[in-house]
């Protein structure tokens, strides 16, 4: 009798295989996905507070050496900001701000801010997309205090303006 030594793998083994790697990515993609999209949402959360914490500490400071405090309303570029302003409370402000953000490895994306003048409490705002604008809903953004804590609540946030929970 002849005995064949065949190696190798069957069509039939090759098909299984496959269909088992097929509908365990059909699975897993999905799930990986939202595990992205939660990270970014975090991690625009962890931003904006660096930001609100930078901007309130700045403000108090400067108040405190004298510069004449007023509210500060912005968006844009952090290390764009020091040319929008209209003074050098704002310069300064805005400067800290740029540096802290350019140290945290956060310098591409954009910033709403809005410092009060009385309690230097109010909000900052972070996405990652560099040609966001004011107005803009749809994307993940991070804002502090009152952080979205949903993915959905971050995608609902109009960017420039305060997100409160519901």
């Known amino acids: 009798m002849k005995t064949k030594n065949r190696k190798g793998f069957t069509l039939v083994e090759l098909v ?13 993609i999905p799930t990986m996905m939202s595990y992205v999209k939660k990270s970014r949402m975090r991690t625009a959360n962890a931003n ?23 509210d500060i309303s912005t968006s844009g570029d952090p290390v764009d900001l020091p040319s929008k302003a209209s003074d050098d409370y704002e310069k300064k402000v805005y400067e800290d701000i740029a540096k802290v953000m350019k140290q945290n490895g956060s310098g591409t994306g954009k910033v709403a801010l809005y410092v009060d003048e009385q309690t230097y409490i109010g909000y900052a705002q972070w996405t990652s997309i560099k040609n966001a604008s004011e107005g803009d809903s749809g994307l993940i953004i991070g804002q502090y205090p009152d952080p979205p804590k949903t993915v959905d609540e971050s995608e609902s946030v109009v960017f420039g303006t305060k997100f409160g929970p519901a």
């Open 16 to 28: 299984v295989v496959i269909a088992i790697i097929g509908v365990l990515a059909a699975i897993l």
């Open 48 to 70: 904006a507070k660096v930001l609100f914490n930078t901007a309130k500490t700045s403000a108090t400071g400067y108040v405190a050496d004298g510069f004449v405090a007023h």
